[in-house]
């Protein structure tokens, strides 16, 4: 395409959808600084694609509605993650039903004039983009989510920032569990993918790690918790387990079933090893030693709010940038990566195709075998 060819970009839109995480509000202030400079105008859509079906808010986002917000956590624009239009919860005669309301949203990019969507979301709000890309709405992805398990990027941003999260509630259970010696569980999010468990187990010292990639022995668990008596002669031992972690033969744990609009919400995975380790303990034989004591901790949304971290805001902020590249060269329907070092950009089918998930025959897992944490099998 030559520079004669291209079309003077005007006006995009900008939302985040899905569940926030820490780096969003780094994308929203890089996006609307860059767009400006390049003289563009920036439209925030408030709560995801909801701010384009009936009743939904937009307003102009300038430099000055987000002085300073690269620092914060959360979301100026708001998200959600029941907002998907092509199967939108709506009540019919006092029943919740999914409807189509992707026409709605075709027809206000339409009636706002704008060129385009930047779309800020994980695996699902991405697919949704991919989805209006077909019905010919320009977009351009930018990858987000704490679980990291989009395969076409080398990380996502928000992901270190809960990495650190998680590591820093394992330091604290750490010191409480060793004065108590007492088993302590710490089950972290990652429905699908264990990269957080797997990350914050190695920087936070855990002895067990728990993925849903690998299903785990109960007897591999119990091993390694009695090796520690034999070795150390301490009940103590640091277990972190991803939410969607579950025994073999078994599948994972939901607290809540999908209804119109939601999906199943995971969790439980550390209650279930608790009861099962209690249970288990019940049954053997300690040699005259104390039976020990589990505890679990959720960790929950505390790895998805605060500020994030230095490295989450560099990446967010060129991811933001890059966004605003693409559109002024014309290359829609992309989404934008870290490929090593590098902020680069793939085709948005691409962008979504492949999940990242931990290899169970990976360096990080033998890595992390190889100092000796038991990874329940
Ligand atoms: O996808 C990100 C994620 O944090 C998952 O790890 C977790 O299962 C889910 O969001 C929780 O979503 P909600 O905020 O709807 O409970």
């Excluded at 439209?43 to 300038?62: H, K, N, S, V, Y």
């Amino acid at each position: 395409m030559t520079q004669q060819d291209l079309q003077p970009v005007r006006r995009v839109g900008l939302l985040t959808g899905g569940g926030d995480c820490p780096g969003l509000n780094a994308v929203i202030w890089s996006v609307v600084r860059s767009a400006t400079q390049a003289g563009i105008e920036v439209f925030g859509i408030e709560d995801g694609f909801e701010g384009l079906i009936a009743g939904g808010t937009t307003r102009p986002l300038t430099i000055a509605d987000i002085r300073g917000i690269h620092r914060e956590g959360g979301t100026v624009l708001g998200t959600t993650n029941r907002g998907n239009p092509f199967r939108y919860p709506v009540t019919i005669n006092g029943e919740v039903v999914e409807q189509d309301c992707s026409d709605d949203v075709v027809r206000a990019v339409q009636r706002l004039g704008l060129d385009g969507l930047i779309a800020i979301g994980g695996d699902g709000s991405l697919a949704i983009a991919h989805e209006l890309s077909r019905k010919g709405i320009n977009i351009i992805g930018v990858p987000k989510t704490i679980d990291n398990d989009l395969g076409a990027t080398d990380s996502t941003f928000g992901f270190y920032s809960a990495v650190t999260t998680a590591m820093e509630a394992l330091d604290k259970l750490k010191t409480t569990g060793e004065s108590h010696d007492r088993v302590m569980i710490l089950e972290v999010m990652g429905r699908g993918a264990g990269w957080i468990a797997l990350h914050s187990g190695l920087a936070g010292g855990a002895h067990i790690i728990l993925v849903p990639e690998l299903p785990y022995s109960l007897d591999a668990v119990l091993d390694r918790i009695r090796a520690r008596w034999d070795e150390e002669r301490r009940n103590y031992t640091l277990i972190v387990v991803a939410e969607g972690a579950f025994p073999a033969g078994g599948s994972e744990s939901h607290i809540a079933k999908a209804g119109a609009g939601t999906v199943a919400r995971v969790g439980g995975a550390g209650l279930l090893l608790e009861h099962n380790l209690l249970d288990a303990f019940a049954a053997a034989d300690w040699s005259g030693r104390d039976i020990p004591e589990v505890r679990t901790t959720v960790l929950g949304h505390l790895q998805r709010g605060g500020s994030p971290g230095a490295y989450d805001r560099i990446v967010s902020i060129r991811f933001g940038c890059k966004a605003v590249e693409l559109i002024k060269q014309g290359h829609w329907n992309r989404m934008v990566c870290l490929r090593g070092t590098q902020i680069e950009s793939v085709d948005l089918a691409d962008g979504i195709a492949q999940p990242h998930n931990v290899d169970p025959d990976g360096q990080l897992v033998n890595q992390a075998r190889a100092v000796g944490v038991c990874l329940g099998n």
